[in-house]
T-cell receptor, first 112, second 112 residues
Framework: DAKTTQPTSMDCAEGRAANLPCNHS???????VYWYRQIHSQGPQYIIH???NNETNEMASLIITEDRKSSTLILPHATLRDTAVYYC?????????????FGPGTRLSVLP | NAGVTQTPKFQVLKTGQSMTLQCAQD?????MSWYRQDPGMGLRLIHY???????DQGEVPNGYNVSRSTTEDFPLRLLSAAPSQTSVYFC???????????FGPGTRLLVL
């Protein structure tokens, strides 16, 4: 699996968009970009994933650059409850489950 | 659906004691896995299973045993607990071919 690089921490004002970057310069053509988050002491929670195209769901948007070497997770209107550690993971979609490698992630603090 | 459940929520052991961490899911997921998370770090895969009767090792399997006699249950056994096994343990499950893993609430284990 391709390695990812994320900033250690970020702050965001409540109500503003939170833009979380991720670099994955060695990504291969069949690897997806996944985002999970972990709110304090809880199990990780799936947010979104994508291959090439930008994706949007009720939680967030995922913007993947044309060369696929980096991506940005966007929380359009961050709330205090979005304070969490966000993990960017690059992974081939396996038929038999997803053995994700969770790095240290980005600790997002949403400030009032 | 209850999703993924884990018991106990918290456990204190003495070095050398044995115990079993329980994990169950009611979503009929084929794939289940165990991770451990140490303070300030991401999750590391211990063992996983792609279906009843089939298990395999992850990144950090030493000191842990698993079995998968039913689709629903995936217990993790510590045969002789060591202080290095003090951690938070998460169980996860996913449907075959699905991109999404569902995580349990975690078990906090302290080995003295």
């Amino acid at each position: 699996d391709a390695k990812t690089t994320q900033p250690t921490s970020m702050d965001c004002a409540e109500g503003r968009a939170a833009n979380l970057p991720c670099n994955h310069s060695t990504i291969s053509g069949n690897e997806y970009v996944y985002w999970y988050r972990q709110i304090h002491s809880q199990g990780p929670q799936y947010i979104i994933h994508g291959l090439k195209n930008n994706e949007t769901n009720e939680m967030a948007s995922l913007i993947i650059t044309e060369d696929r070497k980096s991506s940005t997770l966007i929380l359009p209107h961050a709330t205090l409850r979005d304070t969490a550690v966000y993990y960017c993971i690059v992974r081939v979609l396996h038929n038999y489950g997803q053995n994700f490698v969770f790095g240290p992630g980005t600790r997002l603090s949403v400030l009032p | 659906n209850a999703g993924v459940t884990q018991t106990p929520k918290f456990q204190v052991l003495k070095t050398g004691q044995s115990m079993t961490l329980q994990c169950a899911q009611d979503m009929n997921h084929e794939y289940m896995s165990w991770y451990r998370q140490d303070p300030g770090m991401g999750l590391r895969l211990i063992h996983y299973s792609v279906g009843a009767g089939i298990t395999d090792q992850g990144e950090v399997p030493n000191g842990y045993n698993v079995s998968r006699s039913t689709t629903e249950d995936f217990p993790l056994r510590l045969l002789s607990a060591a202080p290095s096994q003090t951690s938070v343990y998460f169980c996860a499950s996913s449907k075959q071919g699905s991109e999404t893993q569902y995580f349990g609430p975690g078990t906090r284990l302290l080995v003295l």
